[in-house]
């Protein structure tokens, strides 16, 4: 069945560094969608992909949809403290189910 | 305000107890869905709705049960038949079943079996 797998499963930085997590599925999808989890809280909707090779930017977070729509990422640039948490991917194929990565938590150092 | 309210937040169940977990939405979203979500991992799906009086089985749904009575309520059922409840439930939902519709999630519900 599809599946979405998402790397690193930690990732521990100094403020003011820079966070890659990486999405990859096993099937082409149709759109991504990134989700943020503050810790103790429910996953928030960051933003959605749908073209090939689209990227979008929201303040210090780029998001990237790969050329072959299997893979994604997010990059955040000069971590702060508030971007603490837990990043997950959610690809659909087409059709009504959504596949959610199992997440990248970011540990940021002050 | 709109949203996903679920309740309780916190729910401690005996052995061989069923458990309902309340999850209301005010937003007229069509889908809905329940998600298990163990300390530190992702989400796996246990049952979505796609339209009231209709639902499918997601990935671990053995050991739970819902119900779709009403467009705005889905509730949740932990049956004494799953093994390991402990864990963090999410209640969410879609304006349709369509692809890319954004999920909207509730606050969750911790439950833990004592």
């Known amino acids: 069945g599809q599946q979405v797998m998402q790397i690193p499963q930690y990732q521990h930085v100094q403020e003011g560094e820079d966070f890659t997590t990486y999405c990859n599925s096993s099937?082409?999808?149709?759109?991504i969608q990134w989700y943020k989890q503050r810790p103790g809280g429910h996953p928030v909707f960051l933003i959605q992909l749908v073209k090939s090779g689209e990227v979008k930017k929201q303040k210090r977070l780029t998001f990237q949809f790969g050329e072959a729509k299997k893979n994604s990422s997010l990059h955040i640039t000069a971590t702060q403290t508030t971007d603490v948490g837990t990043y997950f991917c959610a690809g659909q194929a087409g059709g009504f189910k959504t596949i959610f990565g199992a997440g990248t938590r970011l540990f940021v150092k002050a | 305000d709109g949203g996903i309210t679920q309740s309780p937040k916190y729910l401690f169940r005996k052995e061989g107890q069923n458990v309902t977990l309340s999850c209301e939405q005010n937003l007229n979203h069509d889908a809905m869905y329940w998600y298990r979500q163990d300390p530190g991992q992702g989400l796996r799906l246990i049952y979505y709705?796609?339209?009231?009086?209709?639902?499918q089985k997601g990935d671990i749904a053995e050991g739970y049960s819902v119900s779709r009575e009403k467009k705005e309520s889905f509730p949740l059922t932990v049956t004494s038949a799953q093994k390991n409840p402990t864990a963090f439930y999410l209640c969410?939902?879609?304006?349709?079943?369509?692809?890319?519709?954004?999920?909207?999630f509730g606050e969750g519900s911790w439950l833990t079996v004592v």
């Open positions: 099937t082409t999808l149709s759109n």
């Open positions: 709705s796609q339209i009231v009086n209709d639902f």
């Open positions: 969410a939902s879609s304006q349709t079943p369509a692809s890319g519709n954004t999920i909207y």
